[in-house]
């Protein structure tokens, strides 16, 4: 069974320029979770979907910070315009049931100069 | 401000010696899971415990869960170099319709041989 796969594994942009990255989750896997880890911490949800609705968005800063899940299958996350603060590692995971476990993909390493 | 606190956050051990994590919090929750993080990866599962006082045990791992389902450990017996990772505690909460899982800070294991 095939993982959950993201894309750039690593991105290096300066301030103030946009960025995207790709998740495609584990098939069949309704839920799909955007993570964000600076280094030292852990992870911090930033959006939640239930196949392509969002059912928790609380922490996604929505003035520079967009994502979308057509189909309700793979998604995307975006940054626009990036600030140094937003150097992180971003992590995706889907699960098959709300309550169950995350499966993670290996994450894109953004680095905001 | 984390909703699990994790403690300590280092810990750095010699090949055969014991160690335990604790994670704690104020707050009520469904289940909690226990995550370990290698570098480069995403957090992969080690566990979940449901019930309060519940115990499990994963080889040389022991999981607890705290009575009032609020607090757990992590014991490791007899830790060896491959035991060396980031171990995540995250709960869920969860109603009838959707659940979401917050992580703590992690705690960063190191065993040396």
């Known amino acids: 069974e095939a993982g959950v796969a993201q894309s750039p594994r690593y991105k290096i942009i300066e301030k103030r320029q946009s960025v995207a990255f790709w998740c495609n989750p584990i098939s069949g896997h309704a839920t799909l979770y955007w993570y964000q880890q600076i280094l030292g911490q852990g992870p911090k949800l930033l959006i939640q979907f239930q196949n392509n609705g969002v059912v928790d968005d609380s922490q996604l800063p929505k003035d520079r910070f967009s994502a979308e899940r057509l189909k309700g299958v793979d998604s995307t996350l975006k940054i626009q315009p990036a600030k140094l603060e937003d150097s992180a590692v971003y992590l995706c995971?889907?699960?098959?049931?709300?309550?169950?476990?995350?499966?993670f993909g290996e994450g894109s390493r953004l680095t905001v100069l | 401000t984390q909703l699990l606190e994790q403690s300590p956050q280092f810990l750095s051990i010699q090949e055969g010696e014991n160690l335990t994590v604790y994670c704690n919090s104020s707050s009520v929750f469904s289940s909690l899971q226990w995550y370990r993080q290698e570098p480069g990866e995403g957090p992969v599962l080690l566990v979940t415990v449901v019930t309060g006082g519940e115990v499990k045990k994963l080889k040389r791992l022991t999981f607890q869960f705290g009575d009032a389902r609020k607090d757990s450990s992590l014991h490791i017996t007899a830790a060896q170099p491959g035991d060396t990772g980031l171990y995540l505690c995250a709960g869920w909460m969860t109603t009838d319709s959707w659940g979401k899982l917050q992580f703590g800070a992690g705690t960063q294991v190191v065993v040396t041989p």
């Open positions: 995971a889907s699960s098959f049931i709300v309550g169950g476990e995350l499966f």
